[in-house]
């Protein structure tokens, strides 16, 4: 590694005095360099009282936050006499919302008025009518209810009622549909 030229060493001072370092706390600053009267060539570098850190100083450590509030699940276990019957599409459904032509406003509303009745007339199995997940680069233009939906279902009032969701049969639309079995 050669030496740089006096000019250089210049040039290199006036560079190194406009960073900024990326940590907020100050890094010592070394002695300043007198950038007017260039150097001689068998001058003796300038010795530092105290060498600045190499690499990236890491912050320092502050008390981790918190631990968050466990979002609801809507994906609950079932027993195996429910699971069969809902793969095997033999359910019976007691109340159907089809969500084809809706807003996602329009959508959420009538999804929560739904629940809200289904609830209330002791329900058991609810067949939601989405439209099938279309995946791709944002904006998408169809499958918003469908990418939604399970979000909208999580932080619903009614999410405590939910005890799971489950991908509905080919007989009840398949991947465009969604069976929710409620509590009693």
Known sequence: MRKL????????????????????????????????EPRADHAPPVAHATKPPKGRVPPERLAPP?????????????????DRRLRSGTVAVDRTLDL??????????????????????GDRVLLLVTGHHRPGEPPVQR?????????????????????????????HGGGGSLYLILRR
């Open 66 to 82: 918190p631990p968050a509030k466990p979002r609801p699940t809507i994906h609950g276990s079932l027993d195996s006499h429910w």
């Open 100 to 121: 084809h032509g809706h807003s996602l406003e329009r959508a959420w509303e009538a999804l929560d008025r739904v629940l809200e009745q289904a609830v209330t007339s």
């Open 143 to 171: 499958g918003k209810i469908r990418a939604a939906v399970h979000d909208w279902l999580a932080v619903s009032r009614h999410a405590d009622r939910i005890a799971a969701v489950r991908s509905a049969h080919r007989n």
């Open 5 to 36: 030229s006096p000019d250089e060493e210049t040039l290199w001072a006036r560079v190194t005095a406009t960073i900024r370092p990326l940590s907020r706390h100050p890094l010592p600053q070394p002695a300043p360099i007198d950038v007017a």
